[in-house]
């Protein structure tokens, strides 16, 4: 659990944008994934296909703002989890642009 005052701020802030995410896609699941010295990643998806992340700057922060939020946490993010992101147009493009000549990354 976050132990400073500043560390609970920043796990309410990020709970409350996870709520927000929640209402906006009729529910929500997640995983949390570690990204090194930046933190750890907060990966949504949402009952509709929709998906985003949110970085915390801890994983006990990460935790902490999924538990107030009431987030259910998925430990692996894995082919049936996966399988409920949408993904359009946009997202093919670039995924396949890296690889084989699309839309460049920059």
Same mark, same amino acid.
């Given at each position: 659990?976050?132990e400073?005052? =500043?560390?609970?701020?920043?796990?309410?802030? /990020?709970?409350?944008?996870?709520?927000?995410? !929640? #209402?906006? @896609? $009729?529910? !929500?699941? $997640?995983? /949390?994934? @570690? +990204?090194? =010295? %930046?933190?750890?990643? +907060?990966? /949504?998806?949402?009952?509709? &296909? $929709?998906?985003?992340? /949110?970085? %915390?700057p801890? @994983?006990? +922060?990460?935790?902490?703002?999924?538990? #107030? %939020? $009431?987030?259910?946490?998925?430990?692996?993010?894995?082919?049936?989890?996966? %399988? #409920?992101?949408?993904?359009?147009p946009?997202?093919?493009?670039?995924m396949?642009?890296?690889? +084989? &000549?699309?839309? !460049?990354n !920059?």
């Amino acid at each position: 659990m976050a132990e400073t005052k =500043q560390e609970e701020r920043k796990a309410a802030k /990020l709970a409350k944008e996870i709520r927000a995410f !929640s #209402k906006e @896609h $009729g529910g !929500s699941e $997640g995983h /949390l994934a @570690h +990204i090194g =010295q %930046a933190g750890t990643r +907060i990966v /949504l998806v949402g009952t509709d &296909g $929709g998906w985003g992340d /949110l970085v %915390a700057p801890t @994983h006990a +922060i990460a935790r902490q703002a999924a538990e #107030k %939020a $009431g987030l259910t946490l998925h430990e692996e993010f894995d082919g049936e989890f996966a %399988a #409920k992101v949408a993904t359009g147009p946009y997202e093919w493009t670039r995924m396949a642009g890296i690889q +084989i &000549g699309g839309p !460049s990354n !920059s």
